[in-house]
């Protein structure tokens, strides 16, 4: 591993797109403590500290912390995350989208465009409604429409300001800008996390109790690291066989080839939507200031707040775990199926020649092909489930809340192996061991 790290940065091309990168998150950290002009900071700290679940914590770790500091980057890369989200689920409502996806390069170009005009709409109408919904509340001083148009502003230029570098980030440094952004902002939430575990389960007990206790969070951080890996790269590659044809004199074709499906072929995309869903009730709830109290209505909101589930003191809570499992196999099924197309893959296969062995050719190819993605589709499905519901179970028995739930620590072990991978093909084109390589 270290020897690999000083053969990359032995090259000069390599070395330079690093360092690039490197540079940009010092940025991105910067940016993130800059406060918005005109606020008052601790405003939305307070009204933070009095929230009692955790619909806006899986906002926060996705800012990194500055939506709550209230800084220029307080919305972060959510617009652009939400807008892509948007864009890739209207290629299947919209024919003029659809026909763009398939054009290659220039279709992509259109579609980029496109996502980053809604990017900046959905940040400039999320700036105006905190202007709106917390100005008058105390975040804006004295509000009048010079400062709430101040706070707009630059809210709107921090959100496409990060955009901006992540695809520059995408350009000229190394792995995926977007995903390198999002992931840098929940790694600098983990040191406080380990701080509030050591507070709660170390410090101040016994040398015994507290060595047990601290070989068992490494132990389940370990644990859930290790699942990610293997639910991210595994995969069941379907043999395909082409057909030798004659082309000229010549007979042409007749290689062997596979089709890898990923067994999470979705990734983490159906617990953000399951997440986002859950939250949104608890969300419009704080806004209208119908949080706590009895009855029906805030059993129901109990029931979609993660932090109330598994808890022994209140297991009716728990009742929401039950829909939060099937949203997830749900949108894992449905995500999947508008990014793999059976039938578009079978049709392909027949054109050229090619054919599975043992599977004749259209519609039962059409038919296997369904059969084994939903196999695999639901065994990811139930992966993802495990794997982010690990940190749910210790939080709600044993009280061990951090903001890395499963759902971050995909995101971060996916980001980290995919540029791994990337800084390992860009040295393999120069005869070096990459990262991956035994």
């Not at 980030?169 to 902002?185: A, C, D, F, Q, R």
Request: net charge positive; glycine share 10%; proline share 4%.
């Amino acid at each position: 591993m270290l020897e690999t790290l000083r053969n990359a940065f032995k090259i000069k091309e390599v070395r330079k797109k690093i360092f690039f990168t490197f540079l940009m998150l010092v940025v991105i950290r910067l940016g993130s403590q800059l406060p918005v002009p005109g606020v008052d900071r601790s405003y939305l700290a307070n009204w933070f500290a009095n929230q009692t679940g955790d619909a806006f914590n899986f906002f926060s770790a996705f800012t990194g912390g500055s939506f709550e500091k209230m800084s220029i980057f307080a919305l972060n890369i959510t617009p652009y995350i939400t807008s892509s989200i948007i864009i890739q689920l209207l290629t299947i409502a919209i024919p003029k989208l659809e026909e763009m996806q398939k054009e290659g390069e220039d279709g992509r170009k259109k579609l980029t465009a496109i996502t980053r005009y809604v990017t900046v709409a959905l940040a400039l109408i999320e700036s105006i409604a905190m202007a709106i919904g917390f100005g008058n509340k105390g975040l804006i001083p004295d509000m009048n429409f010079v400062k709430a148009f101040m706070v707009v502003v630059a809210l709107t230029a921090g959100s496409a300001f990060l955009m901006w570098v992540g695809e520059r980030i995408t350009e000229k440094g190394v792995g995926n800008g977007i995903s390198i952004v999002l992931m840098i902002n929940i790694l600098s939430r983990v040191p406080s996390d380990l701080s509030s575990l050591y507070t709660t389960f170390i410090k101040g007990k016994s040398v015994a109790r507290g060595s047990l206790a601290a070989l068992v969070i490494l132990a389940v951080i370990v644990v859930t690291v290790v699942l990610v890996i293997l639910l991210n790269d595994a995969q069941r590659r379907i043999p395909v066989q082409y057909a030798k044809k004659m082309q000229g004199r010549k007979m042409v074709g007749g290689q062997s080839t596979h089709i890898p499906l990923k067994v999470n072929t979705a990734g983490v995309i159906p617990v953000i939507f399951a997440s986002s869903l859950m939250s949104m009730p608890t969300v419009i709830a704080s806004f209208l200031g119908k949080t706590g109290g009895t009855g029906v209505g805030a059993t129901i909101l109990g029931m979609m707040s993660q932090n109330n589930w598994f808890s022994p003191k209140q297991p009716i809570y728990s009742v929401g775990l039950v829909l939060y499992i099937a949203m997830i196999i749900f949108f894992a099924y449905f995500y999947t199926s508008i990014t793999f197309n059976p039938i578009e893959v079978a049709d392909n296969m027949k054109k050229q020649g090619g054919f599975i062995p043992g599977i004749r050719p259209g519609k039962p190819t059409t038919d296997y092909l369904n059969k084994i993605l939903n196999y695999l589709v639901f065994l990811g499905a139930v992966g993802l489930t495990i794997v982010v519901l690990i940190p749910i179970f210790f939080n709600g028995v044993f009280g061990a809340y951090v903001s890395f739930g499963g759902t971050s620590i995909i995101i971060i072990v996916g980001v980290v192996l995919e540029t791994l991978k990337q800084i390992e093909s860009q040295m393999l084109v120069r005869n070096y061991r990459g990262f991956l390589s035994e």
